[in-house]
Antibody, heavy 121, light 113 residues
Framework: EVQLVESGGDLVQPGRSLRLYCAASGFSFDDFAVHWVRQAPGKGLEWVSGIGWNSALIGYADSVKGRFTISRDNAKNSVYLQMNSLRPEDTAIYYCAKDITAGWLRFMDSWGQGTLVTVSS | DIVMTQSPDSLAVSLGERATINCKSS????????????LAWYQQKPGQPPKLLIY???TRESGVPDRFSGSGSGTDFTLTISRLQAEDVAVYYC?????????FGGGTKVEIK
């Protein structure tokens, strides 16, 4: 069974940094791209970032480009999201989601339960 | 960026009746060389993560009931629930994967009338 477990969410002040973690199991991790998708309270879905199987392909939403960095460690079956210069509008549940392909950023067939990031003073 | 616009924002349908959700992209998401539309649909129930329903605009994900169907091409797409069941109450999102940044529609909330 595919499992994606996010962690690292917290309450942080504006301008501070936070690192999110996604631990994957139940599938061949290095055969698939992985994404971060967020959902602000009561709002819709927003794609944040995605990374291909070997980290050669990486993409970001315009709203986080230059502030967030996605990375992965295939030996640890993990994906990370380093979030710097956090803003109140970054407040959201952050979901880790598995792509159906290895080297492309397409759509997500499995999702974690999410981790909550709150940016407030 | 490709903007995805869904309509309506919400709809109430009687049990056993048809629900129709529309999704329009600001640019063509049909890849002409393969004649494939780069469009997916998701269902999100309260307190849960999204669940993949449809991809390539009309291919149902394994395990999804056949009352869910997707259609359309180019810039205009439709998700149809042929006979609404109580467990179909949710918010539905379309997503294009023709180009990055990947983008979602704003969502359509489906309720029971």
């Amino acid at each position: 069974e595919v499992q994606l477990v996010e962690s690292g969410g917290d309450l942080v002040q504006p301008g501070r940094s936070l690192r999110l973690y996604c631990a994957a199991s139940g599938f061949s991790f290095d055969d698939f791209a992985v994404h971060w998708v967020r959902q602000a309270p009561g709002k819709g879905l927003e794609w944040v970032s995605g990374i291909g199987w070997n980290s050669a392909l990486i993409g970001y939403a315009d709203s986080v480009k230059g502030r967030f960095t996605i990375s992965r460690d295939n030996a640890k079956n993990s994906v990370y999201l380093q979030m710097n210069s956090l803003r109140p509008e970054d407040t959201a549940i952050y979901y880790c989601a598995k792509d159906i392909t290895a080297g492309w950023l397409r759509f997500m067939d499995s999702w974690g339960q999410g981790t909550l990031v709150t940016v407030s003073s | 960026d490709i903007v995805m616009t869904q309509s309506p924002d919400s709809l109430a349908v009687s049990l056993g009746e048809r629900a129709t959700i529309n999704c329009k992209s600001s640019q063509n998401v049909l890849y002409s060389s393969s004649n494939t539309n780069y469009l997916a649909w998701y269902q999100q129930k309260p307190g849960q993560p999204p669940k993949l329903l449809i991809y390539w605009a009309s291919t149902r994900e394994s395990g999804v009931p056949d009352r869910f169907s997707g259609s359309g091409s180019g810039t205009d797409f439709t998700l149809t629930i042929s006979r609404l069941q109580a467990e179909d109450v949710a918010v539905y999102y379309c997503q294009q994967y023709y180009s990055t940044p990947l983008t979602f529609g704003g969502g359509t909330k489906v309720e029971i009338k």
